[in-house]
T-cell receptor
Framework: DGGITQSPKYLFRKEGQNVTLSCEQN?????MYWYRQDPGQGLRLIYY???????QKGDIAEGYSVSREKKESFPLTVTSAQKNPTAFYLC?????????????FGQGTRLTVV | AQRVTQPEKLLSVFKGAPVELKCNYS??????LFWYVQYSRQRLQLLLR??SRESIKGFTADLNKGETSFHLKKPFAQEEDSAMYYC???????????FGKGTMLLVSP
């Protein structure tokens, strides 16, 4: 079954802890993105990666870190430096091609700080 | 910089009424514009792209470069159209995909 998978679906974190959200795709896409979805804020770009071993900060990268060691995987770490981490996080695998550009989204991870 | 603006957070209409979800963009080059939809408990997914000039589920959207708009329209709304709709833009080199804040469409019987 091809697609993009995020895990876990729900995640609880104590204040001061780092947590890592998983994102895996088997679509053979070079580009992978992390977005944060908050009510009334839409989708805000955290980090993105166009190719293995390379990634770029998005609009709200502070308090987050990523790695891209494999084409299939783009994990996001929410660090203790992120002041308001409770949110819904969406990972996307993106086909970037003129006339065919399309983002394929995971089902999301809801992170709650307790 | 590229920016997408969706001025309405919520649009509420009755079944059978026409629907127009507004989207304006800011980009200096030639963008690709998209509409994505998120139905309740489902993944965010592509609805349509301007370059295809197609109608999906009765929805159409025309890119107006003069007004920098890409409004989504449907002549007769259905209850199953109720969802969150996001306008998105891909810019030069297709380096990033920027989304608007979204509009919740509620279609009442």
């Amino acid at each position: 079954d091809g697609g993009i998978t995020q895990s876990p679906k729900y995640l609880f974190r104590k204040e001061g802890q780092n947590v890592t959200l998983s994102c895996e795709q088997n679509l053979n896409h070079d580009a992978m993105y992390w977005y944060r979805q908050d009510p009334g804020q839409g989708l805000r770009l955290i980090y993105y990666s166009q190719i293995v071993n390379d990634f770029q900060k998005g609009d709200i990268a502070e308090g987050y870190s990523v790695s891209r060691e494999k084409k299939e995987s783009f994990p996001l770490t929410v660090t203790s430096a992120q002041k308001n981490p409770t949110a819904f996080y969406l990972c996307a695998s993106i086909l970037l091609q003129s006339g065919r550009t399309e983002a394929f989204f995971g089902q999301g991870t809801r992170l709650t700080v307790v | 910089a590229q920016r997408v603006t969706q001025p309405e957070k919520l649009l509420s209409v009755f079944k059978g009424a026409p629907v127009e979800l507004k989207c304006n963009y800011s980009y200096s080059g030639s963008p690709e514009l998209f509409w994505y939809v998120q139905y309740s408990r489902q993944r965010l997914q592509l609805l349509l792209r301007h370059i295809s000039r197609e109608s999906i589920k009765g929805f159409t959207a025309d890119l107006n470069k003069g007004e920098t708009s890409f409004h989504l329209k449907k002549p007769f709304a259905q209850e199953e159209d109720s969802a969150m709709y996001y306008c998105a833009l891909s810019g030069l080199g297709y380096s990033t995909l920027t989304f608007g804040k979204g509009t919740m469409l509620l279609v009442s019987p």
